[in-house]
């Protein structure tokens, strides 16, 4: 797929770099050839991500309501990309680009122009205040941030319209996505991954060795071509396997999703968190919904249907559980949504 020849010490440093968290990122783009080597692979499986996630929250039912982008950390501009890609580019009059790497900046204009001429896209001269007709798009950025620069972001983003983060799907990626949840959860309506607007229930004592994150399912390209074999292979990544954590939230002032949008009503749906645990004759799963986090179990004998679907890997980790035995949480029957 690569139309640059990689250079794969590039990969080995910017890898290195996005693996040691303990230390301040600092500025690390050092040229635009580091960020055209990162975009043509780092990137790509985040835009990866990106695409399984907007699929789970346009089934949440969060809908573009907003005609400017602000893509806020934009390194080489994927996140942008997946977004136009998603809804069109008819739908956005203009992508405002920060990051405090000016080349970040600039080559995700370029990325961006090349992609679509015809789109106004600006590099913002300051982290700024995000407009009432923004979405905001923050990707992968969060983990490197200090907590001061979180809370400022969430200010800088607390009037926009809408806000589409994705991140790893790892313990202090997710519960960074957490902290910025709830946040926001006063002017924002939570689309996705929630089911509820309430305290996220990964916040209670009981619940903390859990984190809010997905699998989403790589392109067959990641299978097939030999360039992403030997991507995985040097990067040591596992490319089956595609973990992020992820929130989509729309300002409270916006008119919420007409109820037909939806085959049942999300707060009468269940997220299915991580990956489900087969044993011999029987599943376990993470269900997350207005009765809090769940550990259930679902025996094969008592709803085959389900039981097949959550071994093969649903296309949506949203549920609906029609009969659950309690106090035992034993899973008795539902459907994928
Ligand atoms: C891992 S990269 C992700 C880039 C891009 N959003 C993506 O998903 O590919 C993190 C980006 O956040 C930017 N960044 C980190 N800290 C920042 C800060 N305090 N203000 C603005 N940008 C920041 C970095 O320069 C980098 O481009």
Redesign the pocket.
Known sequence: MQEIDINWDTLERLRNR?LDTAKP?G???QSEEDLAH?HHT??AR?GWKWDNALAEANQAGFQLQARRIL??????G??TLRVLAHFGPDAIDEVLL????LA?CRFAKKTIRDAYPNLKVEIAAA?STADTDTLVL????LT??SQD?QDALAKQISSAAQILV?EPGDYSASRKLIALRETLRTDFHIAAPCTQCEACPMLTVENGRHWCHFFGKPPVEAFTESFWARFAQLMEIDLRSLPYSFLAVQNKTLSPPHPSQFTIHPSAASRLIGRPRQFKGYTRLLSCDSAGIRDLELQKRDDKQLWKALKKGPASTLFQWTEIEDPTARLKSGRPL
């Open positions: 996005f990122a500025v690390y783009w990162y780092f990137a985040i893509d806020w950390g934009c390194g080489s994927i996140a920060w990051d405090h790497s970040a982290p923050v990707s992968h950025a490197e941030l620069t994705v």
